[in-house]
């Protein structure tokens, strides 16, 4: 998940996006959004680092490398209910 503003560990967020919902084989899928369902997670840890993304960038025979690293920082949540 994306790193979440303004949330503490514990507390509970609704997500009300969402596009597709599959409850026991039958799938809905929204146009854009799925009328009515929202998911309800716990926020386990407000901010998390990502793993380290390295982006190398090179013009063959053109003496030109450039090098550059990018660590995203997510929120780390478990999802406790879909409603649909």
Known sequence: MHHIKDVEAG??????????VDADGAVKVGAPTVEGAKVVVE???????????IVFKMKRRKDSRKRNGHREQFTQVEVKQVIA
């Open 43 to 53: 926020v386990v840890n407000p901010l998390v680092k990502g793993d380290k993304v």
């Open 11 to 20: 507390k509970t967020v609704e997500f009300d996006k969402v596009l597709l």
